[in-house]
């Protein structure tokens, strides 16, 4: 008898010392901290381009000193970073008629502003305006013939102010178009902005991407005269912006410095 109750004695110390040890485990789990979920990194936003008086564009994430930039300045205080620069995508013009002297290069855009020159060229043509592809691409080489021919004419001053110099010129970056109307009237004249046509253009170009690159009233900045007929293709978000902003795309180019120098900054190019 006293052997079994040691027994259950024994037992029952035994049944104590694991009690205790299960609320001094429980205790310790409770005072440890927990940790955090962890959490998934939020992603970076695109810097924005805000210009004055319009709404904020998203900053597309290309380098916007490349030639093969959408967004590109160049004008002659910034010339091409290549000057033999020849956009790889160049395609012929089918939705416009052309100037048949023009080479093939001239009627030849970036195939990335064809899908938008075939969308203001229909809305053109709904509006009564038969538009026609005047000069599209233009090499250096080429744009060099042009500016000679024109200073050997005019003198080298007056030349270049109706012409760019090769290496400044829009036209090399395949996104430039100089439009005309197939009857040839006003045919890169002034004029061609008081006809229904460039008034078309220079009122809806924008919501299709394109802009009115030197007009009447920017000379001073542009360093050009007033070309009705020259429209430069930037896309749809930063051709609205410029055009409820009233600014040039010189102008602008501070504003889209800023946005580069913050994709840089987040790596995002």
Known sequence: MKKRAWIYLAIGFLGIGIGVLAIVLRSE?????????????????????SLPGASPIEAIHEDYNQPSSLWVVVNKQFALADEQYR??????????????????????LRQVALPALDQLVGAANAAGHNLLLGSGFRG????AQYFNNYAAHAGEAAASQFSARPGQSEHQTGLAVDFGLVSGEC???TCFGDLPAGQWLAQHAHTYGFILRYPADKTEITGYQYEPWHFRYVGVSLATALYTSGL?????QPYLKTALEQLRLQQLI
Do not use: F, G, N
């Open 29 to 49: 789990q409770a005072a440890r901290p927990i940790p955090p979920e962890p959490t998934s990194p939020k992603p970076q936003q695109a810097p924005k381009v």
């Open 140 to 143: 250096y080489d080429l744009q």
């Open 248 to 252: 040039t795309l010189d102008q602008a």
């Open 187 to 189: 045919y890169l004249e």
């Open 87 to 108: 956009p790889s995508d160049l395609e012929l013009v089918t939705t416009l008629p052309t100037r048949p002297e023009k080479t093939s290069d001239e009627q030849s």
